[in-house]
């Protein structure tokens, strides 16, 4: 048992970091510690004695430029750092060793001044690339429409799906962004 390891494929948008850690704690409950995720998505995992234990993300591009300090925080109040991973850094801490409910996040302030982060180290710049490149080629190949030409029918067609693609990611960050805020009172 010891030493197998498995891959698994999940995906996880950028404001799902809290479904992405338990997903991690499932796996690590069912016997399955996580090593590293890899690519978009792929997550490894080696066999282990199944136990409680909580993963924690966060994103903080500050912590990266000064990662001596910032692990050794996390360090200092016993989290184990793992890996970065697109901005992301993942962290787990056994349940038996800890004081009741912890997180790294203090209160839901630090949760909301992440999710800002997110916006500015992500969204934004997909935002831009999406209102730059991905719309205006839209327009272009739907204005210039020709039924014969199948070269660009099958443009029209990914850069369509690549627009949907852009358009479901910010509605859905937009929105779980408003709920936080909405419920934390802000």
């Not at 799902?16 to 995720?37: P, S």
């Not at 630090?110 to 982060?117: E, I, K, N, Q």
């Not at 180290?121 to 429409?145: A, D, S, W």
Request: charged share 25%; proline share 3%.
């Amino acid at each position: 048992m010891m030493g197998e390891t498995k891959t698994c494929f999940r995906f996880f948008s950028i404001m799902d970091y809290e479904k992405e850690a338990d997903f991690l704690r499932e796996m690590h409950k069912k016997g399955w510690k996580f090593v590293k995720v890899s690519l978009l998505g792929f997550y490894e995992f080696e066999a282990c004695e199944p136990e409680d234990v909580v993963y924690q993300l966060d994103y903080n591009p500050d912590g990266v430029k000064h990662q001596n300090e910032y692990l050794q925080m996390f360090k200092d109040c016993g989290w184990e750092y793992l890996q970065d991973f697109a901005g992301y850094s993942y962290f787990r801490k056994p349940v038996s060793e800890m004081d009741g409910d912890e997180s790294i996040f203090c209160d839901d302030e630090s949760r909301l001044d992440m999710a800002t982060r997110v916006i500015r180290g992500k969204v934004i710049p997909l935002l831009v690339v999406f209102c730059c490149c991905i719309v205006p080629q839209f327009l272009m190949n739907t204005i210039h429409y020709r039924d014969e030409d199948a070269v660009q029918n099958m443009l029209a067609i990914l850069l369509g799906a690549v627009f949907v693609l852009y358009l479901v990611v910010f509605i859905q960050f937009g929105i779980k962004y408003y709920q936080f805020k909405k419920k934390i009172g802000r």
